[in-house]
């Protein structure tokens, strides 16, 4: 089946870094997307990577895939208050209908 | 300014009515989408349309009904609301498969 799993809560001190982790369970996988959601707002695309890569680098965002464990991480380094928001891990599997399955997304809470 | 856009973003209706909830994307995607955003499901499909005038149902279409007439507008109306409905609905679009979903910013309703 299709699934796609995440921790509910990460709290972290501004200035370290953020890790959250997302597991996923279709390895039909195409790509694999990082969304961020800021209080009142939707879905904002913030980096996605293809299933054929290990790891993407952009700015102080790093994604980390490891496909044969199916497991994807995103690392915030250097945190800011201004993340403080709610992380989704999504995954497009090949066939159906340009189907994006998403995880229950991740609250992360910056503190000083 | 392009975009997708969703109007109204807070209703209130009561048990019973019918009430349509308005998107409209300015990039002339060919998929778009309906999720609702619930506490503890994160976010599942409702609908989708991969084309003018081509909708099919997503995870949860029970109670919903959508239209596709132009490609840029895909307007979901709740045919006779329930207290089940209260949610915060999104709509998205793509250009179609692997491609990022890009949201609007949401509909909170409410059933009383």
């Known amino acids: 089946g299709e699934d796609v799993e995440q921790s509910l809560f990460l709290s972290v001190r501004e200035g370290d870094s953020s890790v959250i982790n997302c597991t996923y369970t279709d390895s039909s996988s195409t790509y694999l997307y990082w969304y961020k959601q800021e209080p009142g707002a939707g879905l904002q695309l913030l980096t996605y990577i293809f299933s054929n890569m290990d790891m993407k680098q952009d700015q102080r965002l790093t994604v980390l895939l490891n496909k044969k464990d199916k497991h994807l991480s995103l690392r915030i380094a250097d945190t800011q208050t201004g993340d403080s928001a709610i992380y989704f891990c999504?995954?497009?599997?090949?066939?159906?209908?340009?189907?994006?399955?998403f995880g229950a997304g991740t609250r992360l809470a910056v503190h000083p | 300014d392009a975009g997708i856009t969703q109007s109204p973003r807070y209703k209130i209706t009561e048990t019973g009515r019918q009430v349509t909830l308005m998107c409209h994307q300015t990039w002339s995607h060919s998929y778009m989408f309906w999720y609702r955003q619930d506490l503890g499901h994160g976010l599942r499909l409702i609908y989708y349309?991969?084309?003018?005038?081509?909708?099919d149902k997503g995870e949860v279409p029970d109670g919903y009904v959508v239209s596709r007439s132009k490609t840029e507008n895909f307007p979901l109306t709740l045919e006779s609301a329930t207290r089940s409905q209260t949610s915060v609905y999104f709509c998205?679009?793509?250009?179609?498969?692997?491609?990022?979903?890009?949201f609007g910013n949401g509909t909170r309703l409410t059933v009383t």
């Open positions: 999504a995954e497009s599997i090949i066939g159906g209908y340009n189907k994006l399955i």
């Open positions: 349309s991969a084309a003018a005038d081509i909708t």
């Open positions: 998205a679009s793509n250009e179609g498969p692997n491609s990022p979903l890009h």
